[in-house]
């Protein structure tokens, strides 16, 4: 069965302090995997695609990176704004059109 | 920029209540969802459609239904609302299989 799972489940972080959230992901012929950002009482927002490993993807102060079986989302000198919670998705061959989530990890960067 | 609109961000109900929430979207996506997202659950698909008319249970189908008359409308309808529906309804969209989703803003839905 597909399966995405991601880690740590929440991560405080100092302003400045770099780090990386994983994203796991065990899937039948990956087809794509996408990164999310949720703010509180709002939708996801798109963030990046990522279709094979070693492929890498940036914006700002975040860079997207896969490989056969994880994708991190590294996230460099980090500012209170990049506090939200982070959604991994993958879809398969298997999966029929519906992406696959994983539960997220909320990050919050304090002044 | 695809728009993926929520008819409500805000709604209290009754139990036993008919309820209709309304999505959509601006930009002739083929792919439409309804996820609901609670606390330690994450995002759990309701249903979803590839086209007109067409529609696909997704993981927790009961207690809800659909309907999808146009191409851009995708509306979720709880029969006969309970307080175990009480959660943060999510509209997406897709151009097609696979692609990413856009997601509307959200409906907070309270049920008393």
């Known amino acids: 069965e597909d399966q995405v799972t991601q880690s740590p489940e929440a991560l405080r972080l100092q302003e400045g302090e770099s780090s990386s959230l994983n994203c796991s992901y065990t899937v039948s012929g990956l087809r794509g995997l996408f990164w999310y950002r949720q703010d509180p009482g709002k939708g996801p927002e798109f963030l990046f695609t990522l279709y094979s490993a070693g492929e890498e993807k940036e914006k700002e102060r975040l860079k997207a990176t896969l490989t056969k079986k994880e994708s991190f989302l590294h996230i460099t000198a980090p500012k209170p704004e990049d506090s939200a919670t982070y959604l991994c998705?993958?879809?398969?061959?298997?999966?029929?059109?519906?992406?696959?989530f994983g539960q997220g990890t909320t990050l919050q960067v304090k002044p | 920029d695809v728009k993926v609109t929520q008819s409500s961000r805000y709604l209290v109900k009754r139990t036993g209540e008919k309820v209709f929430l309304e999505c959509v979207q601006d930009m002739d996506h083929e792919n439409m969802f309804w996820y609901r997202q609670d606390p330690g659950l994450g995002l759990r698909l309701i249903y979803f459609?590839?086209?007109?008319?067409?529609?696909e249970k997704g993981d927790i189908p009961e207690g809800y239904s659909v309907s999808r008359e146009k191409k851009e409308r995708f509306s979720l309808i709880l029969e006969s609302a309970s307080t175990n529906q009480t959660s943060m309804y999510l509209c997406a969209s897709s151009f097609f299989q696979g692609y990413g989703y856009t997601f509307g803003s959200g409906t907070r839905l309270t049920v008393v």
């Open positions: 459609s590839y086209d007109v008319k067409m529609k």
């Open positions: 998705a993958v879809f398969g061959s298997s999966n029929t059109g519906k992406l696959i």
